[in-house]
């Protein structure tokens, strides 16, 4: 069955850095486009950035356009977030995604960002 565990969150003070990796298993990881999402206390869930499986393609939201690199390592099935610069703003329960016949969340790992 398809999984996805995220791993790698945690407290940093604001400026510093954090990567998130996503283990995929269950699936044909080198073909599917990946993305990271994250969810604020209070607010909705919200697209964060996206990979393709090439890794030829990679949008952000703007919010962390120049501060987050998405990227994925196909040959063990990893997705990984690299966070810099981080801002109190950025606090939030990181998920990966993945969309196959249905749509696949992990459990999210904390990221907290604070002085």
């Known amino acids: 069955q398809v999984q996805l565990v995220e791993s790698g969150g945690g407290l940093v003070q604001p400026g510093g850095s954090l990567r998130l990796s996503c283990a995929a298993s269950?699936?044909?990881?080198?073909?599917?486009?990946m993305r990271w999402y994250r969810q604020a206390p209070g607010k909705e869930r919200e697209w964060v950035a996206t990979?393709?499986?090439?890794?030829?393609?990679?949008p952000y939201a703007d919010s962390v356009k120049g501060r987050f690199t998405i990227s994925r390592d196909n040959a063990k099935n990893t997705l990984y977030l690299q966070m810099n610069s981080l801002k109190p703003e950025d606090t939030a329960v990181y998920y990966c995604?993945?969309?196959?016949?249905?749509?696949?969340w992990g459990r999210g790992t904390q990221v907290t960002v604070s002085s």
């Open positions: 995604n993945a969309v196959l016949r249905s749509n696949y």
């Open positions: 269950g699936f044909t990881f080198s073909i599917y486009t």
């Open positions: 990979i393709t499986g090439a890794s030829t393609t990679t």
